[in-house]
């Protein structure tokens, strides 16, 4: 039996409009796939504390050196310290030259992974590049716990003075 060529007309459109639909839901799903791959969220030492921090995946960390925490290994490029917001610290590891601007006390910024042991294991540190400079997701973190004003200690400035 022979369809009528209207109706054959709907099914060819409704076909074509389905594999329409398969490809686009194809390339979101590629896309999105790509951008979770590629994405690099920001944690401060409190959400690593609360556990909101994923174990063993690309993020950046953010806080200010505990005041003596840096430890450097004897004879290899390794450094250990502490990134604090002022409410939790965590501590870190990391394999290489550090910027010149870096030191206790001051705003810093890793790329890396945590590890299952609770040690964040940089592959790359960023330091502040003046006297007035915190990267602002450390600023916004330490005026959420209320101590932004006490960031004032040896090796740093004071917040600028508004007028």
Known sequence: MKLPKARAAKRRRLAVLLLA??????ATALTLTAFDDHLVFFHTPSDVAEKKAPVDRQMRIGGLVEMGSLERTQGAPEVRFRV?????????????VLPDLFREGQGVVANG???ADGVFRASE????HDENYMPPE???A???????????GPGTAPPPARN
């Open 21 to 26: 639909l398969l490809g686009l839901g194809t």
């Open 113 to 115: 992974k945590l590890a």
């Open 138 to 140: 450390v600023a916004e």
């Open 84 to 96: 604090t917001d002022l409410e939790n610290a965590i501590p870190v590891v990391y394999r290489g």
């Open 125 to 128: 540190v960023l330091a502040r």
């Open 142 to 152: 330490l005026k959420r716990s209320g101590r932004w004003q006490d960031v004032v």
